[in-house]
């Protein structure tokens, strides 16, 4: 699981407003499923949740069920609203996609734990090899995947 951390207002902000607009252009109702998992991304979203933790995340207020969850997941993808990492666990994680808001994951293959990381060197590699590959980057994910080394 990832580790959470503080909601940034001006991300959910911005992303509501374009999930709202690709929603609407998609044709897209705000059904009562919709609009809690859409909520709920752009509230706790902002790193990598599964389908069962949003289901969980929705019960107090009956957001629905797994199975709903997962379908808006779908629709949202589509839409290029998420990105989505599969982890070896066979779990698909989502997480909120926002071409201000960026970072990579490390992956913990013992534990399973999933951490969220920035580094503005790498950053600065990628755009390079973009830029030597002759391609417009438009997006890009690393995911690193090993084991914590003992301290």
């Known amino acids: ?11 959910r902000d911005r992303w509501l407003e374009l999930a709202t607009r690709r929603m609407t252009a998609a044709g897209l109702r705000a059904g009562a499923a919709r609009t ?29 069920s ?27 994680r989502f997480e909120i996609a926002d071409p201000e808001h960026h970072h990579h994951h490390v992956v913990d293959e013992r534990t399973g734990e999933v951490r969220p990381f920035t580094d503005d060197d790498l950053e600065r590699s990628i755009e390079r090899v973009a830029d030597r590959l002759g391609i417009e980057l438009r997006s890009h994910e690393v995911v690193l995947r090993g084991v914590r080394r003992e301290a």
Request: net charge negative; glycine share 14%.
């Open 66 to 92: 797994t199975a709903s969850v997962y379908r808006v997941l779908m629709e949202l993808s589509d839409l290029g609203l998420l990105r989505r990492l599969d982890g070896r666990d066979g779990v698909a």
């Open 36 to 64: 809690a998992v859409v909520e709920t991304l752009a509230r706790e979203g902002q790193c990598l949740l599964s389908a069962a933790e949003i289901t969980s995340l929705l019960r107090p207020g009956g957001g629905g």
């Open 1 to 11: 699981m990832a580790a959470r951390s503080p909601a940034d207002g001006a991300v």
